[in-house]
Each structure stands twice: as C-alpha cells, then as structure tokens.
C-alpha cells in the first residue's frame, strides 16, 4: 500500500506561484497526477505525468503557468504553479496509478492512491 503526503500549499496573492510537493511511502512505478477540487465542485484534473517523467499533460485551465515533474530516486512529485488566480481555490491532491500503470491519464477513476490533500488560496 503506498501512501501518498501533500505539502506546499498555502495562501498567495494573485499572480504569485507556489510549489507543491508529492511524497510517496515507497517506490512509485506508475503515472502520477494532480488533482483540485473546489467546495461544491467536483475533483478536477489538473496535470498529469508518465512514470520515466518524459511525457506530461496538463488541463487548459493551467497549461502555461503549471509544470509537473517527479524524481523516481526519491519517490516525489512536484506541482509548480505560476500566475496563480482566485478561482483555482481549492484543495489540490496528489495521485498515483496502479503499479505497472506507466502512462498518463487525466481521470480521477484511473487513479488508485490519493494523498489528504493540500489547501491552496489565491486572494485577489
């Protein structure tokens, strides 16, 4: 069972940035993924990364400002948020595949282990 720990978030004024940062229990052979969700909304993807770090993807939302990346020697991943707006307010969570799962994938259906979330809020 791998466990996933969110850290980083915090409160930003508007176009600021902020780096999250995704620590895993043990070794992560799969795709990772970031994910938000906003009170009353549902869980929205927001970037997604394979598991040799070469192929990324990211939500129209935040292509251009949000840069994915992991270092499979330290079982982390990192989220960095540039320019960042009021409305992505919201709790974002870390993400990883099924072991073997290599490739990216931007549903949260096709993600099995979740970390407690970090909160992150922009202020206008």
């Known amino acids: 069972q791998v466990q996933l720990v969110e850290s980083g978030g915090g409160l930003v004024q508007a176009g600021g940035s902020l780096r999250l940062s995704c620590a895993a229990s043990g070794r992560t052979f799969s795709a990772m993924a970031w994910f938000r969700q906003a009170p009353g909304k549902n869980r929205e993807f927001v970037a997604t990364i394979n598991y040799r770090g070469d192929r990324s993807d990211y939500s129209n939302a935040v292509k251009g400002r949000f840069a994915i990346s992991r270092d499979n020697a330290k079982n982390t991943g990192d989220l960095q948020m540039n320019n960042l707006r009021p409305e992505e307010t919201a709790v974002y969570y870390c993400?990883?595949?099924?072991?073997?799962?290599?490739?990216?994938?931007?549903?949260?259906?096709?993600?099995?282990?979740w970390g407690q979330g970090t909160q992150v809020t922009v202020s206008s």
């Open positions: 993400a990883l595949r099924s072991r073997g799962d290599l490739d990216v994938a931007g549903t949260p259906d096709q993600y099995v282990y």
